[in-house]
């Protein structure tokens, strides 16, 4: 990738950002048959993207607050990616427990406009579901005042599995996309318009230049940094609002049904959703004044979503039964009115293009990244008046696409690359590195040779989800994990002990003590 950089004499497109916002453009302008180079800090993922709660969604709640064409987009884009990554993303049930016959009316009319907004891109049909077959279906739900409950279909999927398969399509496509390289400033040929971008490579301190006929700056909570390298005057244009998820074993919500709580105790949506064989439990919305790659969960947002869960959960969950807690910032558009609360703030996107043209998009969701995608190339084309292209993305297989997924499979999500990583593991006298997570060193270095992993909190937290999963269960895994990249990498024995410790360190903050 760094000797493509080295050769290309001018980009069409520079892409600022590795997080599901970037990779959508990158994708979608590589696709239309631009010259493209996406440019991330860190790892691709290591923002927003690897910490959502897994739904790709239509978003019952944006309904509820009366977003239609919010709803209606997400809804065709969430049946798109279906069809495009079917090895990652899985049509999942949910259930909302109803106890009062007026919550009963207002879920299954609710629902109905649901299924009928996506149309033909629905995932399946909602229907009420009487009282008893409801506590057979969550085993553990409170059973007194219990209605029923009303069934519903959404998507769910691995946030940065989805993330590197797109770096791989892109890739494929003739694009080039580089992690732990860091855009440090903007140039302006003629002193008006930017004309390129200078880069650090973060590994190496290397300085790079690289031109560019247009710069977009895709940087989630970020974006104001790159906005400031464009004008040092400007005002803000993005708030963050923090979520937090806790993830339990399955035995607190043994159901292969997601529940969703439209209204907590302060009125917000919570999920409990399975995944990877635990569920993961979220999420609040914090404002927060501070852009962060590594956001810490506060105490009060454990507490909340605790005490929630243990509303609808029989078997009660303690501090201690937490296996991970990860917190995640969303990148709102800053708000119209002083006294917006960052739950009302729309979650549609937005692109602002600035007199130097700097292209720059604000908000948004994993399920739409494919729209924003093609809505910031259209704006390119429009503003720097090239001729239009038709957006090739909708039926674009991502990479890893393959037909009849088996979910049983512990490797279901490599897709068409699942029989590489299996003759891998048996190719040599590779072992498990942790049997309780099905995770093998195989793939390590699976994702060391093909997925662009350079660092041991890279396979640990995004190329398999061990971070996630059971934070201490990938604490044990880390040494053996750098020792296995180091020989991949030709790192030495100090390169191991440093990875070691600062992951440590890391993980330390996704476990409850
Ligand atoms: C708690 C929570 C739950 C969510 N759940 C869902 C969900 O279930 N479904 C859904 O559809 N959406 C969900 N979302 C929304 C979704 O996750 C985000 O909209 C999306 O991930 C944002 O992606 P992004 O690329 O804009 O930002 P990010 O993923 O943060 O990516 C921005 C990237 O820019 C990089 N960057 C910054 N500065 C520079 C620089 N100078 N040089 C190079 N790179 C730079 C950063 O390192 C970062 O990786 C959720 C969000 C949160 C916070």
Same mark, same amino acid.
């Given at each position: 990738m760094i000797h493509r950089l080295n050769a290309q004499k001018e980009w069409d497109l520079i892409v600022i950002g590795g997080g599901a916002t970037g990779l959508g453009i990158a994708l979608e302008s590589v696709s239309r048959g631009y010259s493209v180079l996406l440019i991330e800090q860190a790892d691709f993922a290591k923002g927003t993207s690897s910490r959502s709660t897994k739904l790709v969604h239509g978003g019952v709640r944006y309904l509820a607050q009366g977003d239609i064409q919010l709803v209606r987009e997400a809804s065709i884009e969430r049946g798109l990616l279906w069809r495009n990554a079917p090895h990652l993303?899985?049509?999942? !049930?949910?259930?909302?427990? &109803?106890?009062?016959?007026? =919550?009963?009316?207002? +879920?299954?009319? $609710?629902?109905? #406009?649901y299924d009928w907004i996506?149309?033909?891109?629905?995932?399946?049909?909602?229907?009420?579901?009487?009282?008893?077959?409801?506590?057979?279906?969550?085993?553990?739900?409170?059973?007194?005042?219990?209605?029923?409950?009303?069934?519903?279909?959404?998507?769910?999927?691995?946030?940065?599995?989805?993330?590197?398969?797109?770096?791989?399509?892109?890739?494929?496509?003739?694009?080039?996309?580089?992690?732990?390289?860091k855009v440090t400033g903007l140039a302006k040929d003629d002193g008006r318009h930017i004309s390129g971008v200078q880069l650090r490579d973060v590994e190496t301190n290397t300085a790079y230049f690289c031109k560019a006929k247009a710069v977009i700056n895709a940087t989630g909570v970020f974006v104001d940094e790159i906005l400031q390298m464009d004008n040092p005057t400007g005002t803000k244009?993005? !708030?963050?609002?923090?979520? &937090?998820?806790?993830?339990? =074993?399955?035995?607190? +919500?043994?159901? $292969?049904?997601? #529940?969703?709580i439209p209204a907590t105790s302060d009125g917000r949506v919570l999920f409990a959703v399975p995944w990877h064989n635990?569920?993961?439990?979220?999420?609040?919305?914090?404002?927060?004044?501070?852009?962060?790659?590594?956001?810490?969960?506060?105490?009060?947002?454990?507490?909340?979503?605790?005490?929630?869960?243990?509303?609808?959960?029989?078997?009660?969950?303690?501090?201690?039964?937490?296996?991970?807690?990860?917190?995640?910032?969303?990148?709102?558009?800053?708000?119209?009115?002083?006294?917006?609360k960052t739950k009302e703030i729309s979650r549609s996107h937005k692109i602002m293009v600035t007199p130097s043209h700097l292209f720059t998009i604000l908000g948004g969701k994993w399920t739409t990244y494919r729209k924003m995608g093609e809505d910031m190339v259209d704006r390119v084309e429009k503003e720097l008046q090239w001729p239009h292209k038709k957006t090739a993305t909708r039926h674009l297989?991502?990479?890893?696409?393959?037909?009849?997924?088996?979910?049983?499979?512990?490797?279901?999500?490599?897709?068409?690359?699942?029989?590489?990583?299996?003759?891998?593991?048996?190719?040599?006298?590779h072992e498990w590195l942790s049997k309780s997570l099905q995770i093998h060193e195989a793939q390590v270095i699976w994702a060391v040779q093909h997925e662009m992993a350079r660092t041991v909190e890279d396979v640990l937290?995004?190329?398999?989800?061990?971070?996630?999963?059971?934070?201490?269960?990938?604490?044990?895994?880390?040494?053996?994990?750098?020792?296995?990249?180091?020989?991949?990498?030709?790192?030495?024995?100090?390169?191991?002990?440093?990875?070691?410790?600062?992951?440590i360190k890391l993980a330390e903050g996704y476990v409850l003590r």
């Open positions: 993303v899985k049509n999942q !049930t949910f259930i909302i427990p &109803v106890y009062t016959w007026w =919550d009963r009316l207002k +879920y299954t009319i $609710g629902l109905k #406009l996506s149309g033909r891109l629905s995932l399946g049909s909602s229907v009420f579901i009487s009282r008893s077959k409801a506590l057979q279906k969550l085993p553990n739900i409170k059973a007194d005042g219990l209605v029923g409950g009303v069934l519903y279909h959404d998507g769910q999927f691995d946030d940065s599995r989805l993330a590197i398969n797109l770096v791989q399509t892109i890739i494929e496509q003739g694009g080039v996309a580089l992690n732990y390289m244009s993005i !708030t963050a609002s923090q979520g &937090v998820h806790l993830v339990l =074993d399955k035995k607190f +919500y043994p159901s $292969g049904d997601a #529940l969703m635990k569920v993961v439990v979220g999420t609040t919305d914090t404002p927060v004044s501070e852009a962060s790659l590594e956001p810490q969960a506060l105490e009060k947002e454990i507490a909340f979503i605790l005490e929630n869960a243990s509303r609808y959960f029989v078997q009660q969950p303690k501090r201690s039964d937490v296996l991970s807690v990860f917190a995640g910032l969303r990148p709102l558009a800053a708000p119209q009115k002083d006294n917006q297989p991502i990479h890893g696409s393959i037909a009849n997924v088996d979910l049983g499979d512990p490797l279901y999500f490599y897709g068409s690359d699942s029989k590489q990583v299996k003759a891998l593991m048996n190719g040599h006298s937290s995004r190329r398999t989800r061990a971070l996630l999963l059971d934070a201490k269960e990938s604490i044990r895994m880390a040494e053996p994990v750098a020792i296995i990249m180091a020989k991949e990498l030709q790192k030495d024995e100090s390169w191991i002990k440093e990875q070691v410790s600062s992951f």
